[in-house]
């Protein structure tokens, strides 16, 4: 049977998400003025306007993702609120390593779940 996190580790990951929420939500709240920045700023030709163009489009793809993963972050915040926190891959139940959920404390998958699902998008883009 899989273990689940003791309160020790799952305060442990609270503490990471929390850390990790906040260093995004300042990240999305840098890329807010730069773009407020962005659209004062004096494009006088065409390369100006490019380099902005390319700048913009990076950084609403960062966003995209940052949005993503503060997304990830608030459901697991809200399990551990709920006290149905574990630890566990949300799709088989298996063990999720402390050493992982250290690195990304997000993670809803253990590895080979993950894996399987990225492989699937893979598929489905094809």
């Known amino acids: 049977m899989p273990k689940s996190l003791n309160k020790k580790q799952v305060e442990e990951i609270k503490s990471l998400l929390i850390q ?3 260093t995004i939500e300042s990240t999305l709240n840098n890329l807010s003025n730069e773009h407020l920045n962005l659209s004062e700023m004096d494009l006088n030709d065409e390369g100006d306007f490019a380099a902005a163009s390319r ?5 609403v793809h960062i966003k995209n993702q940052q949005l993503r993963e503060l997304n990830l972050i608030d459901h697991a915040l809200r399990k ?3 006290g149905k926190y574990t630890g566990l891959c949300e799709m088989c139940d ?7 959920l250290r690195v990304k404390p997000h993670a809803m998958y253990c590895i080979d779940c993950r894996d ?4 699937e998008k ?3 883009a094809v």
Do not use: F, G, L
């Open 20 to 22: 990790n929420k906040m």
């Open 80 to 82: 551990i609120e709920n």
């Open 116 to 119: 399987y699902i990225e492989k």
């Open 55 to 59: 700048d913009y489009s990076t950084d």
């Open 94 to 100: 298996s063990e999720i390593t402390i050493r992982r």
């Open 122 to 124: 893979v598929k489905k």
